[in-house]
């Protein structure tokens, strides 16, 4: 498993890609961006919101992107990925295939609308594939 490691890892881009691809999300879901429409696709209620727990949501949120920008740019150096070009497609196949596709399955059997799925497919495949650009720049 000679990718399995952290060394060859520019943490300061890692640190970029991550604060970016958050931004990314945290505009994804806001009113500005595709939250009316995910938010009635989805289901969610003003009560539910109000029963929510914002705290552990967006704490998840900070660990598994973090988790994944860092698992990114471990594959990026394990495959010898060293451009944004590169960068940007292999983000944006993980987030595409493996993200999306878990979406897919997830919320195909939870039967939640086909446009829920969607935008949470987009959501990861233009972060992802943003974040593996920065990793390439850096």
Request: net charge negative.
């Amino acid at each position: 498993m000679d990718w399995f490691t952290f060394e060859g890892i520019d943490w300061i881009g890692v640190l970029v890609a991550f604060v970016v691809s958050f931004a990314i999300g945290w505009w994804w879901y806001s009113p500005a961006g595709f939250w009316k429409v995910w938010r009635d696709k989805a289901g969610v209620t003003d009560d539910l919101m109000k029963d929510a727990n914002m705290g552990a949501a967006f704490g998840g949120t900070i660990v598994f992107n973090l988790l994944g920008v860092i698992l990114l740019a471990m594959l990026m150096v394990g495959l010898g990925i060293d451009s944004w070009g590169g960068g940007l497609a292999l983000g944006a196949v993980i987030g595409l295939v493996f993200r999306g596709g878990a979406h897919a399955i997830h919320n195909g059997f939870a039967v939640r609308s086909p446009g829920v799925t969607l935008i949470d497919t987009a959501h990861d495949t233009v972060a992802l594939g943003i974040a593996g650009l920065i990793l390439g720049l850096f």
